[in-house]
Structures are given as structure tokens and as C-alpha cells.
């Protein structure tokens, strides 16, 4: 029944003997990467043979007061958005201090980013990647200025760089909330270190990514220090508001429970969902999973509500059954 419908099948892969045989196909997540990794090395190559260049980070300048803070052009600064080079919200974004850093953030986003990237198509999917970078760099540069004791100009987005932020970081942990959002039980493998893995749960990995940026944040000095936490909370609220309040279409929390596309239509009682087992197979599906199957063959599959998503996984179990 599902299967029967292109769009709910899962990708083939065909194995030729013990070597499963792969295609690679070019994605806009693997040119995020390619271009994460070519700007790291630029730096790199600019650090060895251009230690001057105002590109790669900011310079010491003498002023009427003493030494300032010239900012480089592209990491991100509240000193460079004063300069009005607005474009570092996005050009930090590309860079990374260690190489730790870039494995790291590239290796989520690789994880995350095919599937969404292949569920919202290329514009949303690059709409997300940026707007979450975006976010999240305007509340680091924000909370600095409130509390520069504790997020002043020595923060950088992973580490020490330069006093200015960089990093994809925001990003990846808005990619985290995005798919969590949209497959809160889909099981995860999750390698600490590279290395050592563990299982769990979307909506519990996006839990606990959540309780560790927040315990930073309370705790800067205490808890990875030199991390831009607030940068990472703000790309995880952007991640889950893309994905509630733009795919869903859901403002009924910031609106009381009222939005302007229901407030021309009458009220509606909603249909109490009889449990599977209380239904004949085909009934329920003709009343139950075609209308939803027909949605997202529509509107794609973000655009499903948390009762239809129920709804669907209840289908699938019992067709497994």
C-alpha cells in the first residue's frame, strides 16, 4: 500500500557480491563541504604566506586611545558589522579554526543535510542552511554586546581565533533541530569522538544538544569555553522555527491559538482518530493514510502535522505486522 506510492519508497542500492556498489551524486551538501574545506585551506595558505592580509582575521591598529581592533573581512565581529560589512554573517560561516572544528561540523551537516536536502529541495534546504547561520551569528554578536564580561570579543565559534567568530556550527545544530522536527523517532547512530557509537532517538539528541548549549551558555568559563553558545542556540530556534512556523505553516503558539488562514474558515471539530486495530485494513487506509499519502504527493512531506505523522507510522507497523 505505502510502497505502492514512489514518493514513500526507499532509495535501492545494488550490491555486486560482498562490495555494495554506491553512486555518488553531487548535492549542494557536498559543495558546503568542498567549499568549508577550500576556505580553511586558503586561510591556511594566507596564515603561512600573508600573516597581514585583512581577510582571514582582524589586525591590531594604532588609535588616539591606544591599539584597536581593525576586524577582518570575513569572520564575524560586532566590530565588522559596525564597519557595515554585513556579509561576514555569512562568510563566517565558511571558516573554521582547527581542523577538528571543520570535521566536526562537516561530518553533521553530511549527516543531516542529504536527507533534508533531498525532502525540502535545493532552495528551502539552502534557505534553512543560511538563515540558521544567519541567526545564530546575530545572537552571538548580540549577546556579546549585553554580557562582553563573558561573550566579549575574544569568543570565537569553536575556538580561539582571532576574537571573532567562525564556524558552521550554528548551522549543523539548526539542521539537528530541523531534523528532528520532522522525524523525532527516527533512530540515530550517533560516534563520540568519531569513534565510539551510541543510539538514540532525533528529538533526543536534539535534547540533549539543546542542554549542552544552554549549560554553556550559563557557564562559559566552566563548560567548553572559547564556544560561541549562543550562536548555536540561536541556530537550533531558527532550525525548529523554519520548520514549524514556515514548512507547517503552525503559528497558533504565537498567535493564541488564532492565525489569519483560520480565521476565515468555520469551526471545524476535529475527528476523534479510531485506533488501527478498531478499523477494517481498508478502511482505514481509504479514510485515514490516502488523504495524508495525497498531501504530501502535494505539498511534500514537511508539510504533515504531528497527528498525520502518527497516523502514517501507526500504517506502518501494522502493514509489518
Not at 137 to 164: D, I, K, N
Not at 196 to 211: F, Q, T
Request: aromatic share 14%; with cysteine.
Amino acid at each position: 500500500m505505502l510502497d505502492d506510492r514512489d514518493y514513500m519508497r526507499q532509495p535501492e542500492y545494488h550490491d555486486s557480491g560482498w562490495v555494495p556498489r554506491f553512486r555518488f551524486r553531487w548535492s549542494w551538501t557536498f559543495g558546503l563541504i568542498a567549499l568549508y574545506v577550500l576556505v580553511f585551506l586558503a586561510g591556511l595558505v594566507a596564515e603561512k604566506f600573508f600573516p597581514n592580509n585583512h581577510f582571514f582575521h582582524g589586525h591590531l591598529v594604532p588609535g588616539a586611545k591606544g591599539p584597536e581592533l581593525y576586524p577582518g573581512y570575513l569572520p564575524l565581529s560586532a566590530e565588522g558589522l559596525a564597519h557595515g560589512f554585513v556579509w561576514q554573517l555569512v562568510t563566517y560561516q565558511f571558516m573554521h579554526a582547527s581542523l577538528l572544528h571543520i570535521l566536526g561540523n562537516s561530518w553533521v551537516i553530511y549527516m543531516f543535510g542529504r536527507e533534508l536536502e533531498d525532502l525540502l529541495g535545493v532552495r528551502k534546504y539552502l534557505a534553512l542552511i543560511f538563515s540558521t547561520g544567519i541567526v545564530g551569528g546575530v545572537c552571538q554578536v548580540l549577546v556579546a554586546q549585553v554580557w562582553p564580561q563573558y561573550f566579549g570579543t575574544h569568543m570565537a565559534g569553536a575556538q580561539f581565533f582571532s576574537g571573532e567568530t567562525v564556524g558552521a556550527s550554528a548551522c549543523a545544530f539548526g539542521l539537528v533541530a530541523a531534523f528532528a522536527m520532522l522525524f523525532p523517532e527516527r533512530e540515530l547512530t550517533m560516534l563520540i569522538l568519531f569513534v565510539i557509537p551510541i543510539h538514540m532517538r532525533a528529538k533526543m539528541l536534539l535534547i540533549g544538544e539543546a542542554v549542552l548549549a544552554l549549560a554553556g551558555f550559563s557557564f562559559p568559563d566552566i563548560i567548553m569555553p572559547g564556544v560561541a553558545h549562543a550562536a548555536h542556540l540561536g541556530g537550533m530556534v531558527m532550525g525548529w522555527f523554519f520548520v514549524r512556523k514556515i514548512l507547517q505553516g503552525d503559528w497558533s503558539r504565537l498567535s493564541g491559538g488564532w492565525s489569519p488562514a483560520e480565521s476565515r474558515k468555520p469551526a471545524l471539530r476535529r475527528p476523534v482518530l479510531v485506533p488501527l486495530e478498531e478499523k477494517a485494513p481498508a478502511d482505514f487506509v481509504a479514510s485515514e493514510v490516502d488523504p495524508i499519502l495525497d498531501k504530501i504527493s502535494a505539498h511534500g512531506i514537511q508539510s504533515l502535522t504531528a497527528r498525520e505523522r502518527e497516523v502514517l507510522e501507526s500504517a506502518r507497523k501494522h502493514i509489518k505486522r
